[in-house]
């Protein structure tokens, strides 16, 4: 396959929109970690609460990761159009490739911060033990 210089430009677009979905997910996170804090002040013996902040800390390191990755992506993405540009493409080429393996890491986070989000809900709603 022919990688040109318009081909990493498409991640452009793929990228910009799930890092925006990122963003949303931390600032959710962002949010309900301040209600927990508060929460958490007036009823630290709460099992159901600890158990609440164990899974947030567990998804906000997703989150980072995922956003991470993403960032990382984007980069690799601009490196390889700029090899590309300078006629450098077989480095380009391999950069490109890197930057989509990158990118599906970022999105393979993105699923289990699914996962554990479903799980944090389930255990708000006390069916934590029916899985």
Not at 7 to 19: D, G, K
Not at 91 to 111: D, E, P, Q, R
């Amino acid at each position: 396959m022919e990688v040109t210089i318009g081909t990493p430009a498409l991640l452009f677009s793929a990228i910009s929109l799930v890092m925006l979905a990122y963003t949303s997910r931390f600032e959710a996170l962002s949010s309900l970690i301040r209600n927990l804090a508060k929460q958490y002040d007036i009823d630290n013996d709460s099992e159901q609460l600890k158990t609440q902040i164990k899974y947030l800390n567990f998804r906000l390191n997703l989150v980072r990761n995922m956003h991470v990755l993403g960032i990382v992506s984007f980069l690799v993405s601009l490196l390889s159009m700029y090899l590309i540009y300078v006629g450098l493409v077989d480095y380009g080429n391999t950069l490109f490739g890197l930057s989509v393996v990158i990118f599906t890491l970022s999105l393979i986070v993105s699923m289990l911060e699914v996962f554990a989000s479903t799980k944090a809900l389930k255990i708000v709603l006390g069916v934590d033990k029916l899985d």
